[in-house]
């Protein structure tokens, strides 16, 4: 495919397909999206990490071929007021593999998520959010190392479907009018009104993704995080489809957390994943008090969303955790916090989200070298108490340094 801004790099390969690293060659052509406010600074550095490690760990013999995409201000600079370009959707799509920066959304206006529409447009149904605690990060609990979940957070569906009327226009007056002439449904005068759907479909292809990732690292539970005491026919039935996927597609590899109890006197066997739930307000609390019970957890997209931020404060903040949106062709890693535009281009903020990141990319590459490298020498950066601003303020004799400072000690710490 030939492209109008986007620049192919000619001495790299496409990857083939996603989830085998049998279909990554040893110079893979990985898309990048800069990212709007620190978004330039972090991805600076953050190239620079990645790069550093590969070299390290692989000699020479596997190197990243990057390509530029556009999206959001820098989009809009070169396409014409474009801020997401059709071609950045057609690149992720012929090269499979992505990782961006944070983008600017405008509240209660303006154009939609650039976000939520890149995975939308992309089907990327799982947003996966690995929340672990690394040696000398900052933490406001007593016990940041029992914490180690995985979020599977549904991307498409729920409130995030954008199926919302401002109150005062005519569509929103014809569906109040539908709501309480044919189905009775009461509520104020002049409401915004929004719907939330959530089917089996989404809900199911998402459980199974959790299912295998749990099998393929030796997870030892699924939590279904869910309010469906309240909103039985969402929330509820995301509950009840994710344990029907769990006993009608994996019977061999799960166990309910009732049948724990009756037929293993809580102690799972060898191989069993252990499938509970909880209800959402319940979770919040659990996961303050009792990390260590929670492993994978599967939450629809709102609830996931509140979720994934509240776990993360627990091992150091937004600033370092990481994520990635991944459907069943494309994934796009991405740094999970926004764009902080006060600090643009201050080269101050931390890059550990996006460096993050990076690190799950290179696992899902099957580049685990390379990621277990980086992850070594950001705790021997934070032993030798060299830092960003955000977490200097929480430390005591902290060598506060800038993002580029932050990521060349980093890389110094990969011979340690
Ligand atoms: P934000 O950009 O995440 O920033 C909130 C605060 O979090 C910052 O002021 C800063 O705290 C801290 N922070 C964020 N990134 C950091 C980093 N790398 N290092 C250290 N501290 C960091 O959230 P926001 O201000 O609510 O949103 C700004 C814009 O980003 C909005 O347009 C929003 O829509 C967008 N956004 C994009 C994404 C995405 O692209 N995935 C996600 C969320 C938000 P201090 O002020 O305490 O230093």
Not at 184 to 198: C, M, Q, R, T
Not at 322 to 335: K, S, T
């Amino acid at each position: 495919m030939s492209y109008q801004h986007i620049v192919v790099p000619t001495e790299g390969e496409k990857i083939t397909c996603l989830g085998d690293p049998q279909c990554v060659p040893d110079h893979p052509i990985i898309a990048f999206i800069e990212g709007d406010g620190i978004g330039r600074d972090i991805m600076t550095a953050s190239k620079r990490i990645w790069d550093a490690a590969v070299e390290k760990a692989y000699g020479g013999a596997r190197q990243i071929a990057w390509m530029e995409i556009y999206a959001g201000e820098k989009a809009a600079g070169l396409y014409n007021g474009d801020y997401m370009p059709a071609e950045t959707f057609d690149a992720l799509r012929e090269f499979v593999v992505g990782i961006k920066g944070p983008l600017t959304t405008p509240v209660g206006g303006g154009f939609r998520s650039l976000n939520v529409t890149l995975r939308q447009e992309l089907d990327l149904y799982a947003c996966i959010r690995p929340v672990q605690w690394y040696k000398g990060v900052p933490s406001p609990v007593r016990r940041p190392e029992d914490v180690d979940v995985v979020i599977f957070r549904e991307n498409t569906e729920d409130v995030y479907a954008g199926i919302e009327y401002a109150a005062g226009t005519p569509e929103n007056e014809k569906l109040a009018r539908f709501l309480r002439e044919e189905l009775g449904a009461e509520f104020f005068e002049g409401s915004g009104l929004g719907i939330k759907p959530i089917s089996a479909f989404g809900t199911k292809r998402l459980m199974r993704s959790a299912l295998r990732y749990a099998i393929d690292r030796g997870r030892r539970s699924i939590t279904i995080v869910h309010k469906g005491n309240i909103q039985k026919y969402t929330e509820g039935a995301f509950r009840n489809w994710c344990y029907e996927v769990a006993r009608e597609e994996f019977p061999e590899q799960t166990i309910t957390e009732d049948e724990l109890w009756e037929q293993y006197n809580g102690q799972a066997p060898e191989g069993k994943i252990v499938i509970k739930d909880r209800i959402a307000d319940i979770m919040f609390q659990h996961m303050l008090l009792r990390p260590t019970e929670f492993d994978v957890v599967v939450a629809p997209n709102l609830n996931g969303d509140y979720l994934s931020d509240a776990i993360a404060a627990e091992v150091g903040g937004v600033g370092i955790a990481p994520g990635a949106n991944i459907g069943d062709h494309v994934a796009l890693f991405e740094a999970t916090h926004g764009t902080a535009p006060k600090y643009t281009d201050q080269d101050k903020v931390n890059p550990g989200s996006l460096m993050f990141s990076g690190v799950m990319m290179l696992e899902w590459l099957g580049w685990g070298d390379a990621a277990e490298m980086i992850a070594r020498a950001y705790e021997k950066t934070l032993e030798q108490k060299i830092v960003t601003y955000d977490f200097a303020r929480q430390m005591a004799n902290a060598n506060e340094v800038s993002t580029s400072a932050f990521a060349t000690a980093l890389i110094r710490n990969l011979d340690a």
